[in-house]
T-cell receptor
Framework: GPKVLQIPSHQIIDMGQMVTLNCDPV?????FYWYKQILGQQMEFLVN????????KSKLFKDQFSVERPDGSYFTLKIQPTALEDSAVYFC???????????FGAGTRLSVL | GEQVEQRPPHLSVREGDSAIIICTYT??????FSWYKQEAGAGLQLLMS?????DRKEEQGLTVLLNKKDKQLSLNLTAAHPGDSAVYFC?????????????FGAGTQLIVIP
C-alpha cells in the first residue's frame, strides 16, 4: 500500500536546540498531519496542513512548533527551541481527499536530553 | 472532548483462536471509526474503517462491530495467526473533524502463539 517515510527514525538532541523532523508523504496526497505519542500514552493529534497552510492545530502544538512543505518536498515539523517534554514519538500521516483515510509513517523517536 | 479507552492493553492467544479488542468512546457525534495495526518498526496500517451508519463489517478474517448505543467499537480477529502479532489501535473521528483529527486508543499488544 501507500508508504509514508519518516527520517530519521531516532533523533537525540540537547534541550534548547532546534530539531527538524522530516516526512516524505504519499506522492499524490494533499493533506498532511503530525501526531505525537509520549511513551505509554495515547497518540494525540498535533496539526494538519493543506495547500501550504495549517488548517487545524491542537493545544499540544506549541508556539515553538512549526510545519511547512516547501515546493512539494518533505513535510517538516520544526521545534525551536526543544524542551524535555517534547520527548516522544512523532508520527506523520497523509491523505488524499478522503478526509479520514490516513496513511502513517513509522514515526521518529525524539529524545530531548 | 472525546475520550477513547481501549482494552485490553495486552492480549495473548493461541494460533487459530479469536482475539477481541474493544474501544469505548464518549462523544455521541463520533461518525468515523477505524482500526490500525502497527508492526514493530513500521507505520500504522489501516485495517478497516466504518461510518456510523454501519453496525458490522467483515473483511479477510476481521470483523468490526459498532454499538452506538453503548458507544463501543470492537475488532475481532476470527482465527489469529502469528503474523497478526502487532499493536492494534482504534481511532475515531467526529463528523466535524474533516481534516484527520482522529482520537486514538492507547493500543493493544497482541501476541499470537504458534
Amino acid at each position: 500500500g501507500p508508504k509514508v517515510l519518516q527520517i530519521p527514525s531516532h533523533q537525540i538532541i540537547d534541550m534548547g536546540q532546534m530539531v527538524t523532523l522530516n516526512c516524505d508523504p504519499v506522492s499524490n496526497h494533499l493533506y498532511f498531519y503530525w501526531y505525537k505519542q509520549i511513551l505509554g500514552q495515547q497518540m494525540e493529534f498535533l496539526v494538519n496542513f493543506y495547500n501550504g497552510k495549517v488548517m487545524e492545530k491542537s493545544k499540544l502544538f506549541k508556539d515553538q512548533f512549526s510545519v511547512e512543505r516547501p515546493d512539494g518536498s518533505y513535510f517538516t515539523l520544526k521545534i525551536q527551541p526543544t524542551a524535555l517534554e517534547d520527548s516522544a514519538v512523532y508520527f506523520c500521516a497523509s491523505s488524499l481527499a478522503d478526509k479520514n483515510t490516513l496513511y502513517f509513517g513509522a514515526g521518529t523517536r525524539l529524545s530531548v536530553l | 472532548g472525546e475520550q477513547v479507552e481501549q482494552r485490553p492493553p495486552h492480549l495473548s492467544v493461541r494460533e487459530g483462536d479469536s482475539a477481541i479488542i474493544i474501544c469505548t468512546y464518549t462523544d455521541s457525534a463520533t461518525a468515523y471509526f477505524s482500526w490500525y495495526k502497527q508492526e514493530a518498526g513500521a507505520g500504522l496500517q489501516l485495517l478497516m474503517s466504518v461510518l456510523s451508519n454501519v453496525d458490522r463489517k467483515e473483511e479477510q478474517g476481521l470483523t468490526v462491530l459498532l454499538n452506538k448505543k453503548d458507544k463501543q467499537l470492537s475488532l475481532n480477529l476470527t482465527a489469529a495467526h502469528p503474523g497478526d502479532s502487532a499493536v492494534y489501535f482504534c481511532a475515531v473521528g467526529g463528523r466535524g473533524s474533516a481534516l484527520g483529527r482522529l482520537h486514538f486508543g492507547a493500543g493493544t499488544q497482541l501476541i499470537v502463539i504458534p
